[in-house]
């Protein structure tokens, strides 16, 4: 069973650094993509960045710049660095996971795992 663990959500002001992590358990079988995706109040969730099984990474055009994204396989840890945080960046962040055959986790539309959250928040 897939077990998804949040960390590193906090309050900056704008332009502000936040480092998030996910800690991941449980990938037994076959190959996983992860991501992180978000979701603010009143708004949909959306996709922010994937990394691939390789190790490839896709990113909205709204972190692009300014987000990287990065996985640890021997610490078994997510990472999403961003960086010139904006407040319209504030939400609830979620890290994902999916089989990399579902293919949908890459292209930032969905995921079949997720955790339970931490939020950011920035302000001007």
């Known amino acids: 069973q897939v077990q998804l663990v949040e960390s590193g959500g906090g309050s900056v002001q704008a332009g502000g650094s936040l480092r998030l992590s996910c800690a991941f358990s449980g990938f037994t079988y076959g190959r996983y993509h992860m991501g992180w995706f978000r979701q603010a109040p009143g708004k949909e969730r959306e996709g922010v960045a994937a990394i691939s099984d390789y190790d490839i990474p896709n990113y909205a055009a709204s972190a692009k710049g300014r987000f990287t994204i990065s996985k640890d396989n021997a610490k078994k840890t997510l990472y999403l660095e961003m960086q010139d945080l904006k407040p319209e960046d504030t939400a609830m962040y979620y890290c994902?996971?999916?089989?990399?055959?579902?293919?949908?986790?890459?292209?930032?539309?969905?995921?079949?795992?997720w955790g339970q959250g931490t939020q950011v928040t920035v302000s001007s």
């Open positions: 994902a996971a999916e089989l990399a055959s579902r293919g949908s986790l890459f292209r930032l539309l969905d995921a079949t795992d």
